[in-house]
């Protein structure tokens, strides 16, 4: 079957980096992308990686290895603002996209 | 104003009966889809459509109907409600000349079955 895993929930401090993890088994990869959900609220596009490597984009980075089946996203200079859920989706070899379940991710000051 | 307008936003209902939800955007955009978010699962989807003649199932489309009215308009319909069907739903629409597929929700309708 086809599995997005990322954790539950992080918490982190303002100003600090935080990484979110998100490991993937899909039936081929044409991408992954990353959302950020605020509670209540629709998912919001942050990025899109199809080659390996490292996309930045401001204080968000995005890393994919396909090889390993596994990205991360990366916010520096955290913000409270930044306290969301962040959706990890990857599109399989129909094109379709397969969501994770979401990490929580919980900013203290 | 929303490019991507979900109606309505808050529903609550009895078991049995028949629920709409509509969607309109003014993005342009010919696909359009249907999901559910329940907590602690992934957005599930329910319905997908590339353009008006075009209607497909997704991963749960049992107890769920669509119907594309025109490019701008797609809707999902419950027939007989069960409060498992309980969640948030997202519209969303994306532009298939964009190399990366990103989706544009609309802010979500809550069905609350009672």
């Known amino acids: 079957g086809q599995n997005i895993d990322q954790p539950t929930e992080m918490t982190a401090t303002e100003g600090a980096i935080v990484q979110i993890n998100c490991t993937y088994q899909?039936?081929?990869?044409?991408?992954l992308f990353w959302y950020q959900q605020h509670a209540g609220e629709a998912p919001t596009f942050l990025s899109y990686?199809?080659l390996d490597g490292l996309e930045e984009k401001g204080r968000f980075s995005s890393f994919l290895s396909r090889s390993k089946g596994y990205s991360y996203l990366l916010l520096k200079e955290l913000q409270m603002k930044d306290s969301a859920s962040y959706l990890c989706?990857?599109?399989?070899?129909?094109?379709?996209?397969?969501w994770g379940a979401g990490t929580k991710l919980i900013i203290k000051p | 104003d929303a490019d991507v307008t979900q109606t309505p936003r808050n529903r609550i209902t009895k078991t049995g009966k028949r629920i709409m939800l509509e969607c309109s955007q003014t993005?342009?955009?010919?696909?359009m889809y249907w999901y559910r978010q329940d907590p602690g699962l992934g957005l599930q989807l329910i319905y997908y459509?590339?353009?008006?003649?075009?209607?497909n199932k997704g991963e749960i489309s049992d107890g769920y109907s669509v119907s594309r009215q025109a490019q701008a308009k797609f809707s999902l319909s419950l027939e007989s409600a069960i409060p498992n069907q309980t969640a948030l739903y997202f519209c969303?629409?994306?532009?298939?000349?964009?190399?990366?597929?990103?989706?544009?929700f609309g802010e979500g309708s809550r069905l609350t079955v009672l």
């Open positions: 969303a629409t994306s532009d298939q000349d964009r190399d990366t597929g990103e989706l544009f």
């Open positions: 989706a990857v599109m399989d070899s129909n094109y379709q996209l397969i």
């Open positions: 993005k342009g955009h010919d696909r």
């Open positions: 459509s590339f353009d008006v003649k075009d209607i």
């Open positions: 899909t039936s081929g990869f044409n991408g």
């Open positions: 990686n199809v």
